[in-house]
Structure formats: C-alpha cells, structure tokens
C-alpha cells in the first residue's frame, strides 16, 4: 500500500520561505512517472502548483513561478517544494501528489499559512 507522508507546512510571515517534503513509503523502487504538489484554499478548487517528472522535467503554475521550486529525489521516492517570497494569497492546504500508469495516490496535506 503506498502511502505519502507529507511535512514541512506551518505559519510563515510574508516573504518568507517554508520547504515541504512528501516521502512516498510502500514501494521500494522508483515507481513515479509525476510527482507533484496541489494546493486548495477555503472556497477554491484544488489546483496544480508544480509537478516533476521521473526526468526531472518540471512544470509550474505561472502564480509560483520564479518563487518556488520542485525537486525529486528518485532514489528515496521523495519530492520537495522550496517556497521563497511567500504571499498571503499563497496560503492553502498543499497536498502531494504522485502518478504511476495505473494509480494517482494522494498524501493528507499540510497547512501553509502566510500572514501579511
């Protein structure tokens, strides 16, 4: 049963920078083709922040471009989202995503909260 684990959220000033990691547990291979970040904030649809590709071609939403950025480690099925320059609009609920052929698995989320 593969699992994400995600960590790093919490209560930043703006401006500021957090780093949210996902380690993917129940594989003991690189099993991803896209693994990815969401976000949802109270009131809004779920939307797609940045996503990786087991190549490490990279993808972001214009919004986080220039300001965040995503990484993977293949080896420890682990993503990574380094948030610099946060904004209040930036606040949301981040949830990891991650894509094999057959299944899209979800990881619980993490608060990010950003006061201005």
């Known amino acids: 049963q593969v699992q994400l684990v995600e960590s790093g959220g919490g209560l930043v000033q703006a401006g500021g920078s957090l780093r949210l990691s996902c380690a993917a547990s129940?594989?003991?291979?690189?099993?991803?083709?896209?693994m990815g970040w969401y976000r949802q904030a109270p009131g809004k649809q779920r939307e797609l922040v940045a996503s990786v590709t087991s190549g490490r071609m990279t993808n972001y939403a214009h919004s986080v471009k220039d300001r965040f950025t995503i990484s993977r480690d293949n080896a420890k099925n682990t993503v990574y989202l380094q948030m610099n320059s946060l904004k209040p609009e930036d606040t949301a609920v981040y949830y990891c995503n991650a894509k094999t052929v057959s299944f899209n698995y979800w990881g619980q989320g993490t608060q990010v909260t950003v006061s201005s």
């Open positions: 129940g594989t003991s291979r690189s099993t991803f083709s896209i």
